[in-house]
C-alpha cells in the first residue's frame, strides 16, 4: 500500500513538472525523492527483484558507455545526464512490479495522461488548421496521450467487476479515449500520430488478422482513389512539405551515423557531443540513432536483451491482453524512434511504472480468470 501511494504520488506530480527544467527546481527534487522511495519500497517484493536482476546488464552496459566516453574525452556531466533516463527506467519498473495495487496506479496513470491532454486543449488559442498545441504547451510532446490511450483499452479489457470493454458501454472511458485522441491530433505531431496507428494496427492484427488485412485492403484502395484530396490535407495539416525541421533532424541522424561508423561496437560513448549547424548537440531525435552512436552495437544489444525478457512475460496473458500491450508498446517506441522525448526524465520514469504495474496487473488478472477448484 506504501508503495503504491508513492508511486501515485510521483506520477500525479509530473503534470506540474517541467518538461525543459532551466536548474534544479524543488518539485524535481520531490519527484526523485518519490521515484527513489518507491523503488526502494517496492524491492521488498520478490517480483520487483527479479525484474531489476532482469535489467542488471544495463548497469554494465552504462559503465561500459561511461568508460568509453571518458577515454574519448566526453563530458562527465553531460554523461551523468546520459545515464538519469535508464536509471529512472528501472526505478520505475521496480516500483510498479512491487506495488501491491497495480491497477490503481494505471489508473492515476491514465488521470495524468488525460489532465496533460486537457492542459494542451485548453491552451490552443484556437482550433483552426495551422494552430499546434505543442506552440503554446510543450509537455505534450512527451507523449502522454500515448501512454493513456494504452493504459484506458488495457484497463477496458481487464475490468475486475465484468464489464464490457466497450467504449459505447463505458462514458468514462469514452469521453477520456476522445480527449486523449483530440490532443493527439491537435498536437499535430507526426511522429506521435504515426505511433498511435501504428499500435492501433498491430494490436487489431494480433487479435483478428484476416478482418485487418480485408480492411487495409479497402483503406489502401481508398488512398489510390482520393489521393489528391488526401495529399492536400497532408500538406495543410501535417506540414508534409515543411522540410526546416525534418532537414535539421536528418543532419543530426547524419552526424551520429558517422559516429557510428568510426567506432561502430561501442560507439562514442556516454557524453559525446557532436557539432550540427552551429551547435553542440548531445542528443538525436531518433532514439535508434542515439543508441547506435552512445553505446555501439555492444551496448546497444546489451540494453536490448532484458526488454525482451520482460516482454516475453506477456506470453502467459490472453490474446487480446497481449495484443493491447504489444500494440501499446510498439506505439511509444514508433514515437520515441522519431523524437528526442526519450531524454525526458518523467516520461521514462512513467513508462518504467506502467510495464511493471501491467505485468503485475496482468499477473493478478490471469489469477482472478483462473477457474476455481469445487469446493466439496
Known amino acids: 500500500m506504501v508503495t503504491s501511494a508513492i508511486v501515485i504520488l510521483g506520477v500525479l506530480l509530473t503534470l506540474v513538472l517541467p518538461i525543459y527544467p532551466q536548474g534544479f527546481e524543488p518539485s524535481i527534487g520531490l519527484f526523485l525523492v518519490l521515484a ?10 520478490r517480483a520487483a527483484r527479479r525484474e531489476l536482476m532482469v535489467l542488471s546488464p544495463w548497469v554494465v552496459a552504462l559503465m561500459l558507455a561511461m568508460l ?9 556531466r553531460q554523461a551523468l545526464e546520459d545515464c538519469l533516463p535508464y536509471l529512472l527506467f528501472m526505478i520505475g519498473l521496480v ?35 495551422g494552430i499546434r498545441s505543442t506552440y503554446n504547451y510543450f509537455k505534450i510532446t512527451a507523449g502522454l496521450p500515448l501512454v493513456g490511450v494504452f493504459a484506458s483499452t488495457l484497463l477496458r ?30 498536437s499535430v505531431s507526426r511522429g506521435m500520430m504515426l505511433g498511435y496507428v501504428i499500435g492501433l494496427l498491430f494490436t487489431a492484427y494480433i487479435r483478428r488478422p484476416s478482418q485487418v488485412l480485408m480492411a487495409s485492403l479497402v483503406v489502401s484502395v481508398g488512398l ?21 525541421t525534418i532537414e535539421g533532424r536528418v543532419d543530426e541522424i547524419e552526424s551520429a551515423w558517422a559516429t557510428f561508423l568510426q567506432y561502430p561496437l561501442l560507439g562514442a ?20 540513432a542515439y543508441h547506435l552512436w552512445k553505446f555501439g552495437l555492444v551496448g546497444s544489444g546489451i540494453l536490448a536483451m532484458p526488454l525482451f525478457v520482460i516482454g516475453r512475460q506477456l506470453s502467459a496473458s490472453g490474446r487480446d491482453e497481449r495484443a493491447i500491450a504489444i500494440g501499446g508498446g510498439l506505439s511509444v517506441i514508433a ?10 526524465y518523467y516520461l521514462v520514469w512513467i513508462l518504467g511504472v506502467v510495464v511493471g504495474a501491467t505485468i503485475s496487473w496482468l499477473t493478478a488478472w490471469r489469477t482472478m480468470q483462473a477457474p476455481q477448484a469445487p469446493v466439496s
Open 95 to 129: 516500483a510498479g512490479r512491487g506495488a501491491a495495487r497495480p491497477r490503481t496506479i494505471l489508473v492515476a496513470v491514465l488521470v495524468a495522461c488525460l489532465g496533460d491532454s486537457l492542459v494542451s486543449l485548453y491552451k490552443m488559442p484556437s482550433f483552426e488548421p
Open 157 to 186: 479489457h481487464t475490468d475486475s467487476n465484468g464489464r464490457s470493454p466497450s467504449l459505447a458501454t463505458r462514458p468514462g472511458h469514452l469521453v477520456a479515449y476522445g480527449l486523449m485522441l483530440v490532443a493527439l491530433f491537435a
Open 224 to 244: 489510390l482513389a482520393f489521393s489528391s484530396v488526401f495529399l492536400e490535407l497532408g500538406e495543410k495539416y501535417l506540414r508534409l512539405r515543411s522540410s526546416g
Open 335 to 344: 514515437y520515441l524512434i522519431t523524437c528526442a522525448a526519450y531524454k525526458t
Open 68 to 76: 568509453v566516453g571518458g577515454m574519448r574525452q566526453g563530458e562527465s
Open 36 to 45: 527513489g522511495l518507491g523503488g526502494m519500497m517496492g524491492l521488498m517484493r
Open 269 to 288: 560513448g556516454l557524453g559525446a557531443t557532436f557539432v550540427v549547424d552551429g551547435a553542440h548537440k548531445a542528443y538525436v531525435h531518433n532514439m535508434a
